[in-house]
Each structure stands twice: as C-alpha cells, then as structure tokens.
C-alpha cells in the first residue's frame, strides 16, 4: 500500500500491535471463512430452536453459545485501511468491502458515504483541485469516533490546560479536537472555488468519463505499440484491458521496452521527457506495496540493494537493478486534460523510443548531459570575463 498508510504502523507497533499486507485473494479467503463461521452458527440457533433436541444436543448448543459469548467479551478492534483507488496502477477495489468488513478515487469520482458507510475516510482537495496544496480533510463516522485516543494537544484542542500540572481538557467537539495549531483558513476559503470548478464543468460523474475516456484512449493505442521487429513497446501495470471505468480509474501505469525487450530506465525517460515540457511521475509514486507487487520485486532485493542508496524523497536515484525495474512511469489525467495531450504522451514515446536499445538512448542522454554541462561552464567563463 501507499506510504501514507504504511505510515501508521509504526503507531501500532509501538502499542504493541501487529500488521499485514494482504492482497485481494487472501481477503476474499477471509471473507469465505467468515461466511462459513456464519452458517454454522445459523446451525446452532436452528438447532437451539427445534423442540426435538435432546439433551445432548442442547448441552452442546448451550456451550457452544457460551463460547460465543467469551468471545464478545474480548472484543478486539483492528484497522483495515485499503484505497478506493490505487494511486500507482488505477486499478479500483470494490467499495463493498467496506460493507463486508464493518480514498486516490475521489479526485475524478463520486464517492457515496450512505452506500459505503466507512469508519475513516481521507480526502485530498489539492487531488481534487490542484490548488491548494496541504488541505485535505478526514470523515470520521460516530461510531468509530468513540475509539481515537490522542495522546499530544496543541493550540486550540483543548479547552482548559495547567503549566505545572499534568492537567488539561480536551475541546467538546471532536473536529476540534485533533486540528492543532491554526488553520489554513485562507486556503480553506479557496476551496469554494474548487467545488465551484468542479460543478462548471459538470461534476464528478462527468468528470469521471472524462478522465476515463482519456486514459482508455491512450491506453489502447499504446498497447498496439511495437517495435519493427514485432516487441512490444510498453509493459503495462493495471486493470487498462477491461475497458471499465468502474474498475480502472484515469491512470496509465507502464515501463518501456527496447527493440531486444529490454527496459529503458524509467528516470532518463522523465528527465528526456522534461525537456520536451512534459511532466512524467515515475519510480513507485510512494506506493511501494503495489509497485512491488506489480514489478515482482521481492523485498529482500530492495532492502538489500536500495536501502543503502541515498534518496530524495520519492526521487529514486536507481531504476533498473539485475534487468529489471524497480519503478515505472505513470500517466495520470485530471479534469482539464484533453486528447491533445493523450496524443503528445503517445507520440513522444513512439517517436523516441521505437526501434532503439536501451544502450543508445543511455548513450544520448550522457551526450546531452554533458553538452549542457559544457555549456554552463561556458556560461560560467563568460560571466567571469565580462
């Protein structure tokens, strides 16, 4: 999963809690196995409701309910947190799950809490809008209120607070509760406008076809793409083939291939691409769980190969260890995308990367790279002569 959330273990780590990462076949074998402890507890009320039991029969009924019930004296809460929308493939995961078990969606789609009732939803206005940046907002049920613990306060969170005593009162409301120190209220004045943006042009359900609309075109006619030779020109990492926009959101996620199936680093391409003013994100998008998942990465390679690598934020450094690729290049559209710029994205790959090896297009960056370099040491002298 995503950094963000990835984040929060170490919160339960340090209570003494554990974590797991599973994947959507291990969840259903979980929901398969809830299902079975379902019927057969069906089985013992029915059983409890025949007047032919006898007594053995009840005996058992009798002890098997109060197991039951031990059990919901031990009541134990665990924290499932899964993204509507995973922010490096697209690939969308059933909002029913949230159903069954008791958020990158909602920036091009219509998210419906009556339906999908969550315990905790996290919202970023700057994915919605572009603008501000460092808002967001998180939507707390009641119920699931009742469970926070905060263990810090800062300004406004607390009604009454003593210097030389360990004494304080939180604030009554639980918003204000967990919003320390003041608000970003200009910025969240800004956000009117954003919503209003949102509405000119339609909403979020036609923003959705939009967006969508996009990224199948482009995807198919990348997926065409090849080499003289017959090779394909990208590999791809999400759910582009069912053409559903209710199972891939906007999101084109792939690596390049050369003409001998080779891959082509991945942050060459961004840099290459940059100077074409296009704007590439590449490597894992902070999303080392599906990145990994998805590249058939195993984690002793990356704890024992790139930890070692200083990094700049998310600005891998290192992008193909052993042949393979420990990142990729992700293609996203927003609202005020259009097919122009699906055109420009297609172009630029098949007219840069058609027919070549991943040796040649190194070879040329390192040209380039290093007659930028002698042109800014010329610069340089210039400057120092004038």
């Not at 929060?8 to 554990?18: F, N, P, V």
């Not at 360990?166 to 918003?175: D, I």
């Not at 076809?209 to 075109?217: G, R």
């Not at 996620?253 to 060459?268: A, P, Q, R």
Request: proline share 3%.
């Amino acid at each position: 999963n995503h950094n963000s959330v990835l984040g929060i273990r170490e919160y339960a780590l340090d209570k003494g809690a554990k974590f797991k990462c599973i994947d959507m076949k291990e969840l259903d074998d979980v929901f398969n196995n809830e299902q079975q402890q379902l019927q057969r507890d069906e089985q013992i009320y029915k059983k409890e409701q025949n007047s032919q039991v006898n007594y053995q029969e009840t005996q058992s009924i009798q002890n098997d309910i109060q197991v039951e019930d031990q059990k919901e004296e031990r009541i134990t809460y665990n924290l499932f947190a899964y993204p509507a929308e995973c922010n490096y493939s697209g690939k969308k995961y059933p909002l029913d799950l949230i159903n069954k078990i008791h958020t990158a969606f909602v920036p091009t789609a219509r998210l419906d809490l009556s339906k999908y009732p969550a315990d905790f939803v996290c919202i970023s206005f700057y994915k919605m809008f572009g603008f501000p940046s460092g808002i967001g907002a998180l939507i707390v049920s009641t119920e699931a209120a009742k469970l926070l613990r905060k263990t810090f306060f800062g300004g406004g969170t607390v009604s009454l607070s003593v210097a030389d005593d360990n004494f304080f009162q939180w604030m009554p409301e639980l918003c204000a509760r967990f919003e320390d120190g003041t608000l970003a209220f200009l910025n969240i004045a800004g956000l009117r406008h954003g919503f209003d943006a949102l509405e000119k042009v339609g909403g979020m359900d036609q923003i959705t076809k939009h967006t969508f609309s996009l990224e199948d075109y482009l995807w198919s006619e990348m997926k065409d793409a090849k080499h003289d030779n017959g090779k394909p020109l990208f590999e791809f990492y999400g759910d582009h083939a069912t053409r559903d926009k209710s199972k891939q959101g906007p999101i084109i996620n792939f690596n390049v291939l050369d003409k001998e199936g080779s891959y082509f680093g991945y942050i060459d391409i961004s840099i290459f691409a940059a100077q074409k003013n296009i704007h590439l994100r590449t490597g894992c998008a902070c999303n080392p769980g599906a990145c990994y998942d998805f590249l058939h990465v195993p984690k002793d390679l990356i704890k024992g190969t790139v930890a070692h690598i200083q990094k700049n934020a998310c600005g891998e450094k290192l992008d193909i260890v052993h042949g393979r690729p420990i990142g990729s290049i992700r293609v996203s559209f927003g609202y005020v995308s259009n097919f122009e710029d699906a055109e420009t994205i297609y172009n630029f790959f098949t007219q840069n990367f058609r027919n070549k090896t991943a040796q040649q297009f190194e070879d040329e960056m390192q040209l380039i790279e290093i007659q930028n370099k002698n042109e800014e040491q010329k610069k340089q002298y210039q400057q120092r002569i004038a």
